[in-house]
């Protein structure tokens, strides 16, 4: 029979998930209460870190209402929950340690390891430092991995598949381009694929010998529809459009106005951000069926060391991580973005943010009302928990669509890795819904030097 867990928390898991202690099942739950005094300490903070130390102090409070938490009191999946302080020699830890809050969460650990021979005791902490300090004091430690579905960011579903055409399977790549959709049934027949076995909205790519057609499944009307090729052109000063296969079929998929919520995973310069905004802002109409304006939300994170205290409101402030969203809607706008009117130059970008047709704000202001007739671009979505990203997709009102992009090797949050962030919790959670679609984009459109730098660094 396995031993039962005493699982110790410290305050990094507490406020990924305020719902921790229920997910624990039966077993013992151990809170430090030096994490008591870290949430105390962020409570008052704006945006999702002081909304989520709130809750989990509400949650504790009401089990304090059941007993003594210091006695331990039953949780209402079946287990114990105690509020410790046990754990003040010192001497139990290698010399030089400083005396705080981490090291005393990893005292209780010990203390707990002490004196529950019966038990498994395990100190499940996000923060990676104190996992390898538990590690080398002899305590048992984890990762809080239950919202993951992968263990391993390859793992990922990329929302491409590659189907290889035989002669007796042509007709696909023949008829598709000219009648532009295909029943998914006469699809299958040819091919022997099983529709049980693919998610809505993925993106095909039949191959008959040396050549090849792009599809989207579209599971909503059971049909096959046709992507055209992108073709690359030599005119820099054409239009912005899609110049490669996973933007194409990207680019399908975020015009498709019953799809309400794609996700974009990809590394640096492949045009993600880009063909997000080219979309949305095809889909802008006066209609009041239609969005009338795009909203992006942003993570203010600093990748260097920080800039310290910004002068000014929070336009000011926020403008630095504002600057690359304006910029590619400069390239969408073309000449019409920056050009001379009545003798003066004008600005096409900032008049459409004074106008109410394009906000972007920092990701801690973005809760609030219902977002009615939006295009929701979540920007830099790796850098977010999955509860982050889950509170923003729960945004989305009538008429609105919510865009999810992202590059999960480059995470700049410490609590956070390529297979545990929000914008990889989402594609796997949606995968398969009607109203979802996703695309992994592989190549860099930068540039050579960007692509490589990619690819090697």
Not at 101 to 123: C, F, G, H, P, T
Not at 226 to 236: G, T
Not at 410 to 421: E, M, T, V, W
């Amino acid at each position: 029979m396995p031993k039962r867990k005493v699982f110790v928390l410290d305050t990094s898991v507490l406020v990924h998930d305020p719902s921790v202690i229920e997910n624990l099942g039966d077993n013992i739950i151990v809170i430090p209460i030096w994490s008591i005094e870290e949430l105390d300490r962020s409570k008052s903070e704006h945006g999702f870190l002081g909304a989520s130390s709130r809750e989990v102090s509400r949650k504790l409070d009401s089990y304090r209402e059941t007993g003594s938490l210091k006695g331990g009191v039953p949780t209402s999946t079946g287990g114990r929950l105690f509020i410790d302080y046990n754990g003040a020699n010192w001497t139990d830890l290698p010399v030089g340690l400083e005396h705080n809050n981490d090291n005393r969460i990893l005292l209780v650990a010990m203390a707990w390891q002490k004196k529950s021979k019966d038990y498994e005791v395990i100190l499940l902490t996000k923060d990676i430092n104190l996992r390898i300090k538990a590690n080398a004091c002899g305590v048992f430690t984890d990762d809080y991995k239950h919202d993951r579905k992968i263990s391993r960011i390859e793992e990922l579903y990329c929302g491409r598949m590659s189907v290889n055409l035989d002669d007796s399977s042509a007709i696909i790549f023949h008829e598709l381009p000219q009648k532009q959709f295909l029943p998914a049934d006469i699809v299958t027949q040819v091919t022997g694929l099983n529709l049980a076995d693919l998610p809505a909205n993925i993106g095909c790519k039949f191959i008959y010998g040396d050549k090849y057609i792009l599809a989207v499944y579209n599971q909503r009307n059971k049909t096959f529809d046709y992507v055209p090729r992108p073709k690359r052109s030599a005119d820099k000063s054409k239009s912005v459009k899609p110049i490669n296969d996973e933007q194409a079929l990207a680019f399908r998929i975020l015009l498709d106005p019953y799809i309400r919520l794609v996700t974009l995973v990809g590394k640096a310069g492949t045009g993600k951000t880009l063909i997000s905004l080219l979309a949305a802002w095809r889909q802008l109409g006066d209609d009041e069926n239609k969005p009338s304006r795009i909203l992006v939300w942003r993570p203010n994170v600093e990748i260097g060391k920080s800039l310290g205290f910004l002068p000014g409101d929070i336009d000011e402030k926020f403008a630095p991580w504002r600057e690359p969203i304006c910029e590619n809607m400069k390239l969408i706008l073309g000449s019409d973005a920056d050009h001379v009117k009545d003798g003066r130059k004008f600005d096409a970008v900032g008049e459409l943010i004074r106008f109410g047709q394009l906000e972007i704000q920092p990701i801690n202001y973005a809760l609030g009302a219902t977002k009615h007739n939006a295009i929701i671009l979540i920007d830099e979505a790796q850098n977010l928990t999955p509860r982050e990203v889950a509170a923003l997709i729960t945004r989305c009102g009538d008429n609105s669509k919510v865009i999810i992009t992202g590059d999960p090797y480059q995470i700049y949050n410490p609590y956070l890795d390529p297979a545990s962030n929000g914008l990889t919790y989402v594609v796997e959670r949606f995968r398969g819904y009607p109203i979802f679609g996703h695309i992994t984009m592989l190549k860099s459109e930068r540039s050579e030097l960007a692509e490589l730098a990619a690819d090697i660094l």
